[in-house]
């Protein structure tokens, strides 16, 4: 007889129950990692082996960032990614994953414009994308609230926004004076006002994003933010030497795959000059004697 399965109240068990795998992320359980001063370990992802990978390593949520826009689409900046792009990444993504939350980034221009257009690129990430939650750049509070109201869980960006570029005349980092500092604070408890399961605080002095992290109840999770962040979310190809062009100071490399693929590389073309591959072992064999000239038979 079939073994019984675990309740839940809708739908089927869950797979990862069935196959004892350690319990999914939920958008409650950041909160609860941060009461409980666990360290919430996230990294992007743009598809599915690289999801797989990242999964199994145990890490706890997945930014479909549209930093896919720099690292693999060999853009300048995040600006010129669209939605469907996000939607068809966070797609791979999804497939890939048992366990981390599933984050799609908002690429530029699709929050901007009303409450309402906000709200059906939200869906079509969390409903084409399978995305559990989305992330905005910004201060944009009426936007949070909007996503809230709508049973859309929302990340708010603050500190460096890549996505305005422009608008900053570069990369700038935030929160260097007291005023600005303060600035921040204030936004980030807005954030949490609002609704927000967490803050990305990028590109700010250590000792301003510790005490935000202090005094918010929400978690912050830190890229260039230092070490007093509740989690740390970093680029993949930062971390794994894929990034082509620098890599920013706040980003560890643990890894240098672009060497070792390079390296692969020339080896490969190494053996197809030589004849050294393929050989007899990738071959597959008749199912008759067949001799050379068999088309003369
Ligand atoms: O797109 C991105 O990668 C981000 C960072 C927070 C990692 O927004």
Redesign the pocket.
């Given at each position: 007889m079939d073994k019984p399965k675990s309740p839940t109240v809708y739908g089927p068990t869950s797979d990862a129950a069935e196959r004892q795998l350690p319990s999914k992320v939920t958008v409650p359980g950041l909160l609860q990692r941060k009461a409980k001063g666990q360290k919430i370990l996230?990294l992007?992802a743009y598809d599915y082996p690289t999801a797989r990978l990242i999964d199994e390593a145990g890490f706890d949520l997945i930014?479909?960032?549209?930093?896919?826009?720099n690292?693999v689409l060999g853009h300048a900046s995040?600006l010129k990614i669209s939605l469907d792009q996000i939607i068809s990444a966070t797609r791979a993504v999804k497939r890939a994953v048992d366990r981390p939350l599933v984050v799609a980034?908002m690429p530029f221009g699709t929050y901007h414009v009303s409450n309402e257009v906000t709200i059906s690129n939200a869906l079509r990430l969390v409903r084409e994308g399978g995305a559990q939650a989305v992330?905005i750049?910004g201060p944009r509070f009426e936007r949070i609230d909007a996503l809230v109201e709508a049973d859309i869980p929302v990340i708010a960006?603050l500190g460096l926004l890549?996505q305005s570029i422009n608008a900053r005349g570069g990369f700038k980092i935030q929160g260097k004076t007291i005023d600005a500092a303060k600035q921040l604070l204030e936004d980030a408890l807005t954030a949490q006002e609002c609704g927000a399961t967490a803050v990305?605080l990028?590109g700010v002095p250590e000792v301003v994003a510790t005490r935000i992290s202090q005094r918010l109840i929400i978690p912050t999770?830190g890229?260039g933010a230092g070490g007093g962040c509740d989690g740390q979310?970093?680029?993949f190809h930062d971390v794994v030497g894929l990034t082509t062009g620098p890599v920013p100071k706040f980003a560890k490399r643990y890894a240098h795959l672009a060497d070792e693929i390079s390296n692969a590389l020339g080896k490969l073309k190494d053996d197809l000059r030589s004849g050294e591959f393929p050989t007899a072992e990738h071959c597959y064999p008749a199912s008759e004697e067949i001799p050379a000239d068999w088309d003369s038979l």
């Amino acid at each position: 007889m079939d073994k019984p399965k675990s309740p839940t109240v809708y739908g089927p068990t869950s797979d990862a129950a069935e196959r004892q795998l350690p319990s999914k992320v939920t958008v409650p359980g950041l909160l609860q990692r941060k009461a409980k001063g666990q360290k919430i370990l996230c990294l992007t992802a743009y598809d599915y082996p690289t999801a797989r990978l990242i999964d199994e390593a145990g890490f706890d949520l997945i930014l479909v960032g549209d930093s896919m826009a720099n690292v693999v689409l060999g853009h300048a900046s995040t600006l010129k990614i669209s939605l469907d792009q996000i939607i068809s990444a966070t797609r791979a993504v999804k497939r890939a994953v048992d366990r981390p939350l599933v984050v799609a980034d908002m690429p530029f221009g699709t929050y901007h414009v009303s409450n309402e257009v906000t709200i059906s690129n939200a869906l079509r990430l969390v409903r084409e994308g399978g995305a559990q939650a989305v992330k905005i750049e910004g201060p944009r509070f009426e936007r949070i609230d909007a996503l809230v109201e709508a049973d859309i869980p929302v990340i708010a960006h603050l500190g460096l926004l890549p996505q305005s570029i422009n608008a900053r005349g570069g990369f700038k980092i935030q929160g260097k004076t007291i005023d600005a500092a303060k600035q921040l604070l204030e936004d980030a408890l807005t954030a949490q006002e609002c609704g927000a399961t967490a803050v990305v605080l990028e590109g700010v002095p250590e000792v301003v994003a510790t005490r935000i992290s202090q005094r918010l109840i929400i978690p912050t999770i830190g890229i260039g933010a230092g070490g007093g962040c509740d989690g740390q979310i970093l680029v993949f190809h930062d971390v794994v030497g894929l990034t082509t062009g620098p890599v920013p100071k706040f980003a560890k490399r643990y890894a240098h795959l672009a060497d070792e693929i390079s390296n692969a590389l020339g080896k490969l073309k190494d053996d197809l000059r030589s004849g050294e591959f393929p050989t007899a072992e990738h071959c597959y064999p008749a199912s008759e004697e067949i001799p050379a000239d068999w088309d003369s038979l």
